[in-house]
């Protein structure tokens, strides 16, 4: 990353040579999805233990409304758009489309952090049907719960999912004289892109973090470094994301496992060996019981989606296809960033500006210099992130670099001053400048931590009297009123019934024809070479 005292030479002179080739002119072509996950509730707040409804069709081969852990927790996925304003009212179609089909009452939960949990049985386990590859998705859940616990899996984030367009890249590759094929060229480039985002995930978390108080509820027969906020509230003054701290989806048998983000090879060998090597406590549980699967494996990864990471570099499978087996064979196609909270503040959760942002942060990490991580770096980024979910705004606040520690404050400036002209390219033939003023917005809330997310929530919890749980359910009600008030074009309203209709079907024909047992099924996937 950029080094205290040292010239933001690189990305401007690749800015530079990129606008000359008229490359610069194509970074504004990028493509950008969502995928947004909620929790379904009662009208009461609690978390529902109905069906996946459904009139929203099949979670299992829908190919934008599925679930995610659990039956109760919807995931909401758009196609990619050039206009990120396509892409959030897609999305915000796709919220309309599930309110209108939800039973009576229910409505979504607008927070990231789940409340009024009970235990974690009252978590009902996402299910996809009696076919081969339904099962396999319900097991790998019954795993997670075995080894996590269901409560973790609840909880709610938004992914961004970006690609540069592929006319870029030719243009790119000539800049920078690299002779060899272009898939290795962008698979090289997107590996850069990939260990600089998770150098500076910290950023996202200290911007955009929604979740610094939880419910009391949620961490119910668990000792916490938390404060009472109210009698039914736990939160860190300073907190920002308490979903990314180690309360969350993280778990000490991941933290040691070492995955490479060198290049592609390296990347999938190590996820491949930590899905093929045994770990006792995973053993002790076993893989079945009284019959029935309680696990996929006894390993340390059942599958490639247990790793946890804030960014992911994908390929889109096809049908029964490993993620791994994906990424060798046709490369890196887009990355996933997963960094997000629910923006508590808008219905969909998740606003323009956070994306315009992120697309410009995402192309500055692919021009910056990327060495690769090494140990002792890793450590390094794993504190930063706890550090900043946990205390991101405390005054003075430092963090790691390679070369030694360094303000918060003073990095985040100095990255900010480094994107402005990648916003401004991307300006171009926008209409208000929108790229700039999403990078001025972050700016305005580095002067004035008040602006953030975080501080703002909890400004609202104690303006408002409200314990979290209270406040969450008002704020989920009033979302859930807007949505009743918004209505479909009648042609986009007929477009989604008919993708359910379709895909309830695509699942009654996986049922019919399915040959073969579950166990040989599972042999099989496994098999799969590299």
């Not at 009212?89 to 229910?106: A, I």
């Not at 390993?299 to 992911?312: A, D, F, G, K, W």
Request: aromatic share 10%.
């Amino acid at each position: 990353m950029t080094l205290p005292g040292r010239p933001r030479f690189l990305v401007e002179e690749r800015l530079r040579r990129l606008d000359l080739a008229g490359g610069a002119a194509l970074l504004a072509g990028g493509m950008k999805g969502l995928e947004k996950e909620s929790l379904r509730v009662t009208p009461d707040g609690s978390i529902a233990t109905s069906d996946h409804p459904r009139a929203l069709g099949s979670a299992l081969t829908h190919p934008h409304i599925t679930t995610d852990y659990s039956e109760a927790l919807p995931e909401l996925i758009t196609p990619p758009f050039v206009d990120v304003r396509d892409t959030l009212n897609f999305m915000h179609d796709l919220h309309k489309f599930v309110y209108d089909n939800l039973d009576d009452g229910e409505m979504l939960w607008a927070a990231s952090m789940p409340c009024a949990v009970s235990d974690d049985a009252a978590i009902r386990i996402a299910e996809y049907g009696s076919s081969n590859i339904g099962r396999m998705k319900h097991v790998y859940r019954v795993g997670l719960d075995y080894r996590y616990g269901r409560r973790m899996q609840a909880i709610a984030g938004v992914h961004f999912n970006y690609s540069l367009p592929q006319e870029f890249w030719p243009v790119y590759q000539d800049e920078e004289e690299d002779a060899g094929q272009l898939r290795e060229f962008i698979d090289e480039s997107c590996f850069a892109l990939v260990r600089n985002f998770k150098r500076l995930a910290w950023l996202v978390l200290y911007l955009f973090g929604h979740s610094p108080a939880v419910c009391k509820s949620f961490l119910a027969g668990r000792t916490t470094r938390f404060k009472p906020l109210d009698p039914s509230t736990f939160h860190l003054p300073y907190a920002t994301s308490l979903r990314m701290s180690d309360i969350g989806y993280k778990n000490k048998n991941q933290a040691s496992l070492e995955i490479s983000y060198d290049d592609v090879d390296e990347y999938v060998e190590s996820l491949v060996r930590a899905i093929e090597t045994p770990y006792p406590e995973y053993e002790a549980i076993g893989i079945k019981d009284n019959g029935n699967y309680i696990q996929l494996n006894t390993n340390t990864l059942q599958i490639e989606n247990e790793y946890y990471s804030l960014v992911r570099p994908k390929r889109t499978t096809h049908p029964g296809e490993k993620p791994t087996v994906a990424l060798c064979r046709r490369g890196v196609e887009y990355i996933e960033v997963r960094a997000l909270d629910l923006n508590f503040d808008t219905p969909i959760g998740v606003g323009e500006q956070q994306l315009r942002f992120l697309e410009a942060m995402l192309i500055y990490c692919m021009l910056e210099h990327s060495p690769s991580i090494d140990p002792e770096e890793q450590r390094g980024i794993n504190y930063n992130e706890l550090t900043v979910a946990l205390r991101g705004r405390e005054p003075g606040l430092e963090l790691i670099t390679r070369h030694g520690n360094r303000s918060l404050r003073e990095w985040t400036a100095e990255i900010l001053d480094t994107m402005a002209p990648i916003c401004e390219y991307l300006d171009a033939g926008e209409q208000g400048q929108p790229y700039q003023a999403a990078l001025s917005a972050q700016r305005a809330a580095l002067d004035d931590q008040n602006r953030l997310a975080s501080a703002r929530m909890l400004r609202q919890i104690g303006e408002s009297g409200l314990p979290f749980a209270k406040l969450a359910f008002q704020r989920s009600t009033e979302f859930q009123e807007y949505f009743d008030g918004e209505s479909l074009r009648m042609k986009t309203a007929a477009e989604f019934q008919a993708m359910a209709r379709q895909s309830l079907d695509e699942q009654a024909k996986l049922e019919a024809n399915d040959s073969g047992s579950f166990e040989e099924y599972l042999e099989d996937y496994f098999k799969v070479s590299y």
